[in-house]
């Protein structure tokens, strides 16, 4: 079977992935989006997402989100407060991480070290589903760095959204592809560096902030701005959907975007698997293609 055959029978399946995360953050919105400051920080998120596709420009959007709804700290009631007592250890050991693979990553030039790096520095900045960390890694493999084809990237992203664990599965998917001139050894390695870089750093955070978050609640400020944080990660999705929409737009392919359209309105108003939308999709890609 040629390529183009193969692309023809997946050319489907970047839609129903598309129509996906648009319903996945519009369930998001309905949850989070309540008030015209969240508006506000949702279109801001999704503004400065598309003007300046860069891959450390994403964690700025969700701190700056954070901070114009901390303002709205008045809303929320006081607590008394107590003293701080903050185990700084696992926190060391989350930024120490980052930066002993940046060094090794600078001074080695060893490729596995290097994206093994980025995708711990992806999953560190990130505050989301895999909704949010897919754009974050298409900017980053395919649009900063050029390390993987944008057919290869978006077709594993709307794959991943069938499978259970959509971020493990995308991520160890870009794991074998950036290793794919290493072998099989190399490829399988790939496939544990994307997993793992991207869900380690939370793994330290988790034992980190969980001993804290109790503390930090006392604190109005914190508390108002985590509504901001999630309007920023619901703003990131929308960059997402962007981002894979565009090129079906500039290609004018009216019949990927009416896929995109009833995905949305399937997965919204069923409860219908989003594996049979991708058997679907293939089958139609295959008959039609």
């Known amino acids: 079977m040629t390529y183009l055959q193969n692309k023809a029978i997946l050319h489907f399946v970047l839609p129903v992935g ?4 648009l319903q996945s953050g519009w369930v998001m919105a309905k949850k989070v989006i309540n008030g ?3 508006v506000l920080i949702l279109l801001l998120t999704i503004f400065i997402g598309i003007l300046f596709p860069n891959p450390f420009i994403f964690p700025l959007v ?5 901070v114009i ?3 709205n700290y008045k809303l929320f009631p006081r607590q008394n ?3 701080m007592v903050i185990p700084w250890a696992n926190f060391h050991l989350y930024w120490g991480f980052l930066v002993l693979l940046a060094l090794l990553g600078h001074f ?3 490729f596995p070290i290097r994206i093994f790096e980025n995708f711990y520095r992806n999953g560190s900045l990130v505050f989301g589903g895999g909704q949010v960390l897919a754009p974050v890694l298409f900017t980053e493999f395919v649009e900063f760095k050029h390390l993987i084809s944008s057919d290869d990237f978006l077709t594993g992203m709307a794959l991943s959204q069938s499978l259970p664990g959509p971020v493990f599965a995308l991520t160890s998917y870009l794991g074998v592809l950036l290793m794919k001139d290493y072998g099989t050894i190399g490829q399988l390695s790939g496939s544990a560096i994307g997993a793992l870089g991207v869900f380690l750093p939370g793994t330290f955070m988790i034992f980190f902030v969980f001993r804290i978050w109790s503390q930090l609640k006392q604190y109005r400020f914190i508390r108002a701005s985590l509504a ?3 309007a920023a990660s619901v703003g990131l999705t929308g960059v997402a959907v962007y981002a894979f929409m565009n090129p079906i737009i500039i290609q004018g392919d009216f019949i990927a975007l009416g896929v995109i359209l009833i995905t949305f309105i399937l997965s919204q108003s069923t409860r219908l698997p989003s594996i049979i939308l991708f058997m679907m999709a293939l089958m139609a890609g295959f008959f039609l293609g």
């Open 62 to 66: 969700i701190v700056l989100g954070g």
């Open 228 to 230: 901001g944080i999630q």
């Open 81 to 83: 407060k107590h003293k």
């Open 69 to 71: 709804s901390s303002f």
């Open 108 to 110: 080695t030039d060893y």
């Open 18 to 21: 598309v129509g996906l995360i």
């Open 36 to 38: 015209p400051l969240y």
